[in-house]
C-alpha cells in the first residue's frame, strides 16, 4: 500500500520559470516530511524538509509548503535552472523512527 | 553533506549464486544502516533496518534468510542476496543514518540471468 503518492511521473519546466512538484499521503500520522534529489546512477541527496508542525520552510530557491488537512506538500523551485533537472522523490515519516516512506518520484526537466 | 559509498555498483550474476553489496558511510559513523529496493517505476522501499552489532529488523514480505544483512561496524553494512533469481534484479540503495537525515548510498544495479 502505497502511503506517500506522487502522481506526476514527469514535468518539464522553462528555465527561470517556477516548478511545483506535489505529493500527497495518506497517514496522518505522519510528521516530518522530506525531499530528495537523485541524479542517475547517483543515490538520492537530500534536498529540504518540513515538520508537521509548519506549513512552510525556504531554503534559497527551494520551498516546500504542507497543507495537513489535505495530506499534500509540495516543492517549489524558484527560478528553475537546468542543474535540477533530475528526479524528486518526497519522503515521510512517523515520529520517533528513522525509516522513510518514499513516494514514486518525478522527473524534472528544465528546459534551457 | 555526508558520504556513503556502495559496492559493486553494478553486478551480474547467474540464477541460484549469491550477490554480496557493501555499503560503506566514508565520513560518518553510522550506528544505523538502512537497505532499499527499486524496481522500476516504483518508489524505494525499505527492505531492512540494520543497528550496528545486532540483528536487523526486516519489513514485512522482506525474506531474512535470502537477504543477509550484516553490520558488523559504525561504518560498514553488507547485504547477501542468496541463491538470486532473476525476479530479485532490482536497484538496491543503502543508507546511513546521520544527525538529521538519512544519507544514501549511489545504489547498486542487480541483473540476475
Known amino acids: 500500500d502505497q502511503q506517500v503518492k506522487q502522481n506526476s511521473p514527469s514535468l518539464s519546466v522553462q528555465e527561470g520559470r517556477i516548478s511545483i512538484l506535489n505529493c500527497d499521503y495518506t497517514?496522518?500520522?505522519?510528521?516530518?516530511f522530506l525531499w530528495y534529489k537523485k541524479y542517475p546512477a547517483e543515490g538520492p541527496t537530500f534536498l529540504i524538509s518540513i515538520s508537521s508542525i509548519k506549513d512552510k520552510n525556504e531554503d534559497g530557491r527551494f520551498t516546500v509548503f504542507l497543507n495537513k488537512s489535505a495530506k499534500h506538500l509540495s516543492l517549489h523551485i524558484v527560478p528553475s535552472q537546468p542543474g535540477d533537472s533530475a528526479v524528486y522523490f518526497c519522503?515521510?515519516?512517523?515520529?520517533?523512527?528513522?525509516?522513510?516512506?518514499f513516494g514514486t518520484g518525478t522527473r524534472l526537466t528544465v528546459i534551457p | 553533506g555526508a558520504v556513503v559509498s556502495q559496492h559493486p555498483s553494478w553486478v551480474i550474476c547467474k540464477s541460484g549464486t549469491s550477490v554480496k553489496i557493501e555499503c560503506r558511510s566514508l565520513?560518518?559513523?553510522?550506528?544505523?544502516m538502512f537497505w532499499y529496493r527499486q524496481f522500476p517505476k516504483q518508489s524505494l522501499m525499505l527492505m531492512a533496518t540494520?543497528?550496528?552489532?545486532?540483528?536487523?529488523?526486516?519489513e514485512q514480505g522482506v525474506e531474512k534468510d535470502k537477504f543477509l544483512i550484516n553490520h558488523a561496524s559504525l561504518t560498514l553494512s553488507t547485504l547477501t542476496v542468496t541463491s538470486a533469481h532473476p525476479e530479485d534484479s532490482s536497484f538496491y540503495i543503502c543508507?546511513?543514518?546521520?544527525?538529521?537525515?538519512?544519507?544514501f548510498g549511489p545504489g547498486t544495479r542487480l541483473t540476475v540471468l
Open positions: 540494520s543497528n550496528e552489532g545486532s540483528k536487523a529488523t526486516y
Open positions: 565520513d560518518f559513523q553510522a550506528t544505523t
Open positions: 519522503a515521510a515519516r512517523f515520529s520517533g523512527a528513522n525509516n522513510l516512506f
Open positions: 497517514n496522518s500520522m505522519f510528521d516530518y
Open positions: 543508507s546511513g543514518q546521520g544527525t538529521d537525515t538519512q544519507y
